[in-house]
């Protein structure tokens, strides 16, 4: 069985849900109280053992490369001025896996995106972690939890969650039996359905594993809804070929290419955080009055 090693952030959207702010920044380097939305996801892929991550990026979207690079010139600055805590932590960031970009030269949509990386990736099984999707975890993080699952079934496995009805049409949607705790063996996929036709409430929320048989899938793959190539489409394709589960995964998901969900990823995240808590808390009951 092949271990998952590589993974792909696709990083090449425009962020429109996001303007003004990401007309010139990319919505990726959006902090979260002080890190950038892109760190989170990095550093949950190396938790989770990946070694290699490609960042599937665009024009516009330079500044995540500078952020994961090395920075001589801060680095002698923050130890000029002895300041040694952010020099390691500083030096941390572009250690913390290897890092390779592809660009993505036109918006033909998610699977299209991956696709971009097949050269990438070859002949091995292989995670995807979407941008925009933020899961925070004390414990076990979300990619190694599904990357488990993989190890037991050796086949895709999808990172899904229970949504609101309400919000089905948001996500791709898992048709599926459960089979097991926290496991589903996936019959169907659709990409945002509308409510009344939707199969069920289980989402797809920015977390894969998929085999590289997905690369020939699409390749021949249509665009379908919004006129995107969908990786959701290709995935039902690939069940005709071979099994697929959905896991349920532990943890709390934040949407943060979202306004509203980038605010509560916001405070929440500050209130975990022991050098702000006491602080923020306090503010926060000053405007409860
Ligand atoms: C993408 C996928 C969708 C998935 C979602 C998770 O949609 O196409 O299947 O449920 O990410 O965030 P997007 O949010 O990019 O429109």
Redesign the pocket.
């Known amino acids: 069985m092949k271990r998952i090693r590589k993974a792909i952030i696709p990083a090449a959207?425009l962020g429109t849900r996001f303007l003004p702010a990401t007309k010139a920044t990319p919505k990726e380097m959006l902090p979260v109280v002080d890190t950038p939305a892109i760190q989170y996801i990095v550093e949950e892929a190396a938790k989770s053992g990946i070694e290699d991550i490609v960042i599937i990026s665009g024009r516009g979207k330079r500044a995540i490369e500078d952020h994961f690079d090395k920075s001589y010139e801060l680095e002698d600055v923050l130890l000029k001025h002895n300041k040694i805590s952010e020099l390691e932590e500083i030096k941390g960031i572009s250690n913390m896996a290897n890092i390779y970009y592809v660009r993505q030269k036109e918006a033909r949509g998610?699977g299209h995106a991956i696709h971009c990386a097949k050269t990438f990736i070859g002949n091995e099984p292989f995670a995807v972690l979407?941008g925009?999707?933020i899961v925070y975890n004390e414990g076990k993080p979300c990619l190694k939890q599904l990357i488990d699952c993989y190890d037991e079934y050796n086949t895709s496995v999808l990172g899904v969650q229970t949504v609101e009805a309400k919000d089905v049409n948001?996500?791709?949607?898992v048709n599926g039996i459960h089979i097991e705790d926290r496991v589903y063996k996936v019959k169907g996929l659709v990409?945002?359905p509308p409510v009344e036709e939707s199969p069920s409430n289980v989402?797809?929320?920015?977390r894969y594993i998929i085999t590289p048989q997905i690369f020939k899938i699409l390749e021949e793959t249509k665009p379908g809804k919004?006129g995107e190539i969908?990786?959701?489409d290709a995935l039902l394709k690939l069940i005709d070929e071979e099994a697929m589960y959905a896991y349920d995964f532990e943890g709390t998901r934040y949407?943060v290419?979202d306004k509203l969900g980038f605010l509560k990823a916001t405070v929440e995240y500050a209130l975990r955080r022991e050098d702000l808590r006491d602080g923020f808390i306090e503010y926060l009951n000053t405007l409860k009055k």
Do not use: N
């Open positions: 959207g998610l979407l925009d999707d948001k996500y791709g949607i990409e945002k989402a797809i929320l920015g919004g969908q990786l959701t949407d290419g």
